[in-house]
């Protein structure tokens, strides 16, 4: 009978430790910079998605469409390989001076992303009675501060918890990104493995983060919600 021993110790101190702190701030910095950018481009999406002008709610409709439809993997390869002939020159350049990896995981995680978050958000749009978008359209406001001041603080509240959804997805997808070499705690455990042939220990301490980072956004979440969008009912 094959034993294993457990040698927990290589994932609590010296270099193998290092690594995956290493890997997690990666994918925390990486999980903040694609929450902020999804939920800023959903929102705009969704707006698209709502207006008046044809053009634009065809163009908000194709991209929600392609980019739901298409795996998340192969959008990280699209912008990893294939970033320079669609980006600006000077972009490309910039990109390559600082952290190129990173900045295609984090842009195809914000678009993919942001595809959901603005359907959510639409969708809490659409809960909202017509009338006061009428209202507010015939006391004076367009349709975009109609948006800003009456009906997207609204939805919003309405869409929390499918948005706290999509941002733990976000979280755990992050670790797609191990693909095209970024350096993220799913990277990390897998090189622990590598050398020191501890995959158990090492993918039990990934799993046990993620399972951390996924409690700790809820728990933020619903923090913010009580506390800042509903605070007479905490």
């Given amino acids: 009978m094959l034993k294993y021993h457990f040698d927990w110790s290589i994932i609590t101190s010296g270099k193998y430790f290092e690594w995956l702190v290493s890997g997690l701030k990666v994918t925390l910095e990486l999980s903040a910079v694609g929450i902020v950018g999804a939920f800023v481009l959903g929102l705009v999406i969704a707006v698209l998605k709502m207006s008046n002008f044809k053009p634009l709610r065809w163009l908000a409709s194709v991209y929600l469409e392609f980019f739901r439809n298409t795996p998340l993997l192969i959008q990280i390869f699209f912008w990893y390989f294939g970033s ?9 350049e910039w990109l390559n001076n600082t952290n190129f990896e990173f900045a295609a995981a984090a842009i195809a995680l914000i678009i993919y992303t942001s595809a959901f978050i603005a359907e959510d958000i639409r969708s809490g749009i659409l809960s909202i009675p017509k009338e006061q978008m009428e209202a507010a359209r015939s006391a004076g406001f367009s349709f975009l501060r109609s948006m800003q001041y009456i009906i997207l603080p609204q939805a919003v509240r309405i869409t929390i918890p499918p948005l706290v959804n999509q941002f733990l997805n976000l979280a755990k997808n992050s670790s797609l990104a ?6 993220e705690l799913t990277y990390q455990a897998r090189q622990v493995e590598s050398y020191s042939f501890k995959g158990f220990e090492a993918f039990t301490a990934a799993t046990v983060v993620y399972l951390a980072l996924s409690v700790s956004i809820t728990f933020i979440m619903d923090l913010y919600n009580k506390r800042v969008l509903n605070p007479q009912r905490s």
């Fill in 84 to 92: 320079y002939k669609v980006l600006p020159t000077a972009v490309n």
């Fill in 178 to 183: 191990m693909t095209i070499g970024v350096m």
